[in-house]
């Protein structure tokens, strides 16, 4: 395996080709904002990743097909919170707290991670893969002390990726808070069909509305019914009735099947692909929402609990309160599956 580290100094606002080979080309670049990205491209299509940034991924493209939700940032934006940025494919939502925050939590909206500055950041490159791997130390006095090691993985000729999350509690002394979601912001395509090898009775409608939720007459009139059924939105055919968002949150996966697999077939012959150990991840979350500025049909988003801030992890029990000096790996493969 052969490693570059990268340096702040490697980008600026014109692109340059910082590595090629048969396989892969990596461009780097730096976005209006000042944002330094990564263009990561195979022979199906590329990646636009932020290592010194989340290590989110801002762009995901194969076979000409556009990954990402429809939004209004043309361009990742620094900020204190992931809704300063709310424009990435991917982001990882954690590790502190995740999701939304309640009235009585104390957190930003999907954690303190989402958008983290990053202390360092590399290429590892081996035959048919190319992996970008960042890391964080997060330190406060009195409080907790973690190092956090994402990656992304990309694969010659392939459309599908892999996302992993290492964390460690660097305490030698007190256990500490984790939650984890790995946030997949794929696209809302119309007509499309989704399935999934857990059934449809593992899935209820979230009824609880966060701060950022504004319901309508008409929406209230359809998430009652939707309650009342019990059915779980499995087709894109009503994107009238996804304005606010309509959210569905899955029982412990695991009690169904060691790996989950959830899919979009697109209709086309294309298929979206999200797949995952449960033992790690045992709660995913389906996201719908289509109006004017946002479209995105986020089909499956692992974690190790729901979306909705720390307290109620904890009242729930899917808190993970990690020994001092334990660690915990989370893995997804996702992308293009054909």
């Not at 299509?45 to 556009?66: K, R």
């Not at 990882?92 to 991670?113: I, K």
Request: aromatic share 12%.
């Amino acid at each position: 395996m052969k490693k570059f580290n990268l340096s702040h100094a490697m980008f600026n606002s014109a692109s340059f080709t910082l590595y090629q080979d048969a396989d892969f080309t990596v461009e780097t670049f730096t976005y209006p904002s000042g944002v330094e990205a990564l263009k990561l491209t195979n022979h199906r299509g590329y990646l636009t990743v932020l290592p010194f940034y989340g290590l989110m991924i801002w762009d995901a493209v194969f076979d000409g097909i556009n990954l990402k939700e429809k939004d209004g940032f043309t361009y990742p934006r620094f900020g204190q919170q992931i809704t300063d940025t709310y424009g990435a494919f991917e982001f990882n939502s954690g590790l502190l707290a995740s999701g939304n925050p309640s009235p009585e939590d104390d957190h930003v909206q999907h954690g303190e991670f989402a958008t983290a500055r990053m202390d360092h950041a590399a290429l590892l490159i081996e035959d048919g893969q190319l992996t970008v791997q960042s890391d964080y130390e997060y330190i406060k006095g009195f409080g907790d002390h973690y190092l956090a090691t994402p990656s992304v993985t990309m694969f010659a000729d392939s459309g599908l990726f892999d996302l992993n999350m290492h964390v460690k509690n660097l305490s030698h002394a007190a256990p500490m808070p984790l939650q984890y979601m790995c946030h997949l912001c794929y696209a809302y395509v119309p007509g499309a069909t989704m399935t999934a090898n857990v059934p449809d009775e593992a899935f209820q409608l979230r009824t609880s509305v966060p701060a950022h939720v504004h319901p309508t007459p008409e929406w209230t009139a359809f998430t009652d019914e939707l309650q009342a059924s019990g059915k779980l939105i499995d087709k894109l055919d009503d994107a009238s009735h996804y304005d606010p968002e309509i959210v569905f949150f899955s029982d412990d996966l695991s009690k169904y099947t060691d790996t989950a697999e959830f899919r979009v077939e697109l209709g086309d012959g294309h298929t979206f692909l999200t797949k995952y150990p449960t033992a790690d991840l045992p709660i995913v979350t389906r996201w719908i929402l289509y109006n004017g500025d946002q479209q995105v049909n986020a089909f499956a988003l692992p974690g190790t609990s729901t979306p909705e801030g720390r307290l109620a992890a904890k009242q729930a029990g899917t808190l993970i309160m990690l020994p001092p000096q334990a660690e915990k790996h989370f893995h997804v493969q996702t992308g293009l599956e054909k």
